[in-house]
């Protein structure tokens, strides 16, 4: 017996719902299990007793008429349920609860405010929350899972809803949670049956959302007509004076949502000089609809190309350019190892590192070369977290570690001279030893 969907499937018999499939699935497992008559008594008696509480408040409240086909099921139920369930029938008024998900993993969470979610915790309704860092999975009794992905700003609003204001969600919704909505600040998609991810921001002036179907089918109600998506298919939302639009690429390039990966959680290794230090570049590259990559990404503890428009994990050097950088770790230190994950540009495998030279400094005037290196590219078609390369050198006292890049990928399929091509990177890793 699962808890979650019988809870599910008897809250859709108080609100009325129910459908000829999920009527008699209420059925089969009321017949087969006395710990599910058990729990169906149980919320059925705590049901009744609401509802007479309500009723003997002035308000006027309107009785709603039991289906028949709701009394033919009932007659068909075992005996100790059909007591029970006639004796609530005249309660389906009764006001729906909010929303029963729950958490059932978490890697490396952070939340933000007071709240303090963990594994089994079920979430509150109408409360926006924040998942400051870390990978969280969520699980609604349909059966419907959502695995998100800090920095996420969320809420949870319906029974089988989510509303994500910001952020990276992956939903799977099989058989039995059909027409799963999440509502963004471009608009809503409703899950048919399916696997897909969203990743919510902006360019700063309008919401940017970018969307990926994995498997099945995906319905855009934003748009005029309501499209559908299907696997393979990858858009972005774009609000336009004339209405919303949905287009396959983002300035110029393709769309891509990668699949949330645990291992993208926050890097919180406090052997790590690097994480959260600030870092300099002398350029870095910029386009519209928060195409964005700002050195800062560079130690901000997020890998493997995560991230949504106006806030991806990743630096990106000028297109053309290879570009560099320099991390202030901000007092002198005891410097013997640099750690670098490459980039792919989410997949689009039009740029990275190929080639760098690695100097330290303590004073961001006089820098000496400590180690130089290659790193290989990064494979668009890999399903895992992109891996690090470690490079020791004699440890040296050092506040300053620049990265000169030397040699950076192109797209294998463009001319050499396309203008959609640099030096970038995803992380810097910087230890004593």
Known sequence: MNPDRLDHLIQCLFDGTLDDATRAELNELLLASKDARDRYRRSTSIHSSLTRRAAAQPETLKVVAMPSARRTWVRNLSAAAAVALLGTATALYFHKPGPRARIVSAY?????????????????????????????????????????????????????????????????????????????????????????????????TQPVILTEVYEGEVQVDAVAGKPRLYRGDARVLLQDPAGPRLLSSLDTDPVTVPKILPASASVSDRRNLALGKPVMSPGYCIRPHGSVFPPENLTDGRTDDTGVPGDWSFWLAPNGENGEFTVDLESVQTVGRISLQNTGNRRINDRGTAAFIALVSEDNVHFTAATQGSLPRIDPTASGPFPFHDFSFTPVQARYVKVVVTDHYRHPKRPADHENQGGGLNEIRIFSE
């Open 108 to 204: 490396d969470v952070q939340w933000g405010g007071s709240i303090s979610l963990a594994a089994n915790d079920r979430l509150p309704a109408s409360t926006p929350l924040e998942l400051v860092r870390g990978v969280a999975e969520l699980s609604y009794p349909s059966g419907a899972h959502v695995t998100l992905e800090g920095p996420c700003r969320f809420q949870l609003d319906k029974s089988e809803a989510l509303t994500v204001l910001h952020g990276r969600a992956s939903v799977h919704a099989p058989e039995g949670a059909q027409g799963f909505r999440v509502d963004t600040p471009g608009g809503r998609f409703v899950d048919l049956g399916t696997r897909f991810g969203l990743a919510v921001g902006s360019d700063g």
